[in-house]
């Protein structure tokens, strides 16, 4: 079946999402493609180091190096996936920027991946996993660009934005 085909099931027709019927139906025929691929075992798209795992999961339709980080990221944290390697980064979006930026383990929210690959160089694969899920979740739900909860929010002690804001500088 083909994309456009496949795009008309109700199931990829009524399923929410920010992209298109079409290009949901690419990425499902790229990943049972993919699947196929390892013969027809996806635990085999986990096999191997993180870069090469990485690798992999870019070639599927849609994936790109921020969303294989954050499968990676979530095989570790909840199905214990443990490949070898150290090669792993936070799926640095914009949340997880922020949070780094403000609490200094960056100096900007631009950071580039070797930044970022040097401020974490001491962190576990599962550490950095850990980190990723810390600072995106405090990153949407507490430190906001404008008007961030800095009360509620437990990097506080660490965070150089609260500290110039309680200076009266944020």
Request: charged content about 20%.
């Amino acid at each position: 079946m083909g994309p456009v085909a496949l795009a008309a099931d109700p199931i990829i027709v009524l399923a929410p999402s920010a992209i298109s019927a079409v290009d949901r139906a690419k990425a499902n025929i790229s990943v049972a493609q993919t699947i196929e691929v390892h013969g027809g075992k996806p635990e085999r798209l986990f096999g191997g180091s993180i870069d090469s795992i990485l690798h992999r999961l870019e070639k599927i339709f849609g994936v790109g190096p921020g969303i294989a980080r954050m499968i990676v990221i979530q095989r570790m944290l909840y199905f214990w996936l443990t490949p070898p390697g150290s090669e792993l980064l936070p799926k640095t979006d914009v949340h997880v920027m922020r949070v780094f930026a403000r609490t200094g383990v960056v100096l900007t929210d631009t950071a580039s991946d070797k930044e970022v690959r040097s401020a974490l160089v001491d962190h576990s694969p599962h550490d950095i996993a850990i980190i990723d899920q810390v600072a995106r979740k405090i990153g949407r739900n507490v430190c906001s660009p404008k008007n961030p909860n800095c009360p509620a929010c437990p990097l506080r002690h660490a965070c150089e934005y609260h500290s110039r804001a309680r200076k009266g500088s944020p």
